[in-house]
């Protein structure tokens, strides 16, 4: 009996070092499978940036998505009860499952841009024995300045939403700080309200669900708010910059991109 032959697929997550892996590993699987699961609720610079990857790599970009629920179905089963760091059922509903319905039952590696920078993180790791995990950037010991240097040689350069906002996913992330939710409303103010429309205040039990810590979308918003907002975040940075040693040109370019831990390694890499 014949064994399937083993998939090579690369889950683009729309961010700097997912996209990095995908131009370093074009020319050496060139049977590499591309997909990026599509939550239907990325921000437009999202798709833009996919789009120009999909021109670079000359290949198709998968948009793998969860056919049977979009993010709205899957909460109103939950009542309104909005995903969190502690409850992140949209990355099971609507990026594990599609990309584990895409592969079936088909022997598969599954590429993980994980850096050798930030080895001891921890990827997404299918709990299906038929996908396997590999992590050429820890293997090859590419770091965070060889994927900007990767981006930047490629001609793609970083996702435009880089230059307000750190990290790839849904414009309504739970993982955004409030300057980046400051930095939606003035962008994306459309798809600002829209993520304000999902939260809720439930009169029964005083329970309020929001996105963001013990406040509102609607008390962000306010002016004199997003004044404070700023101020702080300058405060912030003049704080960093001090204590900043530029030693490269590159850091120039990595400066604005935050890699905290804080993160979803689906969604975010
Ligand atoms: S980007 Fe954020 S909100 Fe979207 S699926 Fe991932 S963790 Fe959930």
Redesign the pocket.
């Known amino acids: 009996m014949n064994e399937k032959p083993t998939r090579h697929i690369l889950s683009l997550s729309g961010g700097k070092d997912s996209t990095a892996l995908a131009v370093y590993m074009r020319d050496k699987v060139p049977e590499m499978e591309y997909v990026f699961c599509d939550?239907g609720?990325e921000l437009p610079e999202t798709y833009e940036y996919l789009d120009k990857v999909e021109a670079y790599l000359g290949r198709e970009i998968r948009r793998l998505k969860n056919n049977r629920e979009g993010f709205a179905d899957l909460l109103a089963a939950r009542k309104g009860f909005l995903?969190s760091p502690a409850a992140?059922w949209?990355?099971q509903y609507?990026?594990i499952v599609p990309f584990e319905q895409y592969v079936g039952d088909d022997p598969a590696i599954s590429y993980i841009a994980i850096r050798a920078d930030e080895a001891h993180r921890k990827g997404y790791l299918s709990t299906k024995a038929n996908i396997r995990a590999r992590y050429p950037f820890i293997e090859d010991g590419i770091t965070k300045s060889d994927v900007t240097r990767l981006l930047y040689d490629s001609g793609l350069g970083m996702p435009s939403y880089y230059e307000w906002r750190s990290r790839s996913?849904?414009y309504?992330?739970?993982?955004q700080q409030r300057n980046e939710w400051v930095g939606l409303l003035e962008r994306h103010p459309d798809l600002f309200w829209k993520a304000a429309a999902y939260e809720k205040f439930d009169s029964t039990t005083g329970q309020r669900y929001t996105w963001v810590p013990r406040e509102s979308l609607e008390e962000l918003a306010k002016p004199e708010r997003v004044r404070q907002i700023q101020a702080d975040l300058d405060k912030r940075e003049a704080t960093r910059q001090g204590a900043k040693v530029r030693n490269t040109l590159l850091d120039l370019f990595t400066e604005d991109v935050s890699d905290s831990e804080e993160g979803?390694l689906?969604?975010?890499l």
Not at 172 to 175: I, K
């Open positions: 939550t609720e995903p992140r949209c990355t609507l990026k996913g849904c309504f992330c739970f993982f979803c689906i969604c975010h």
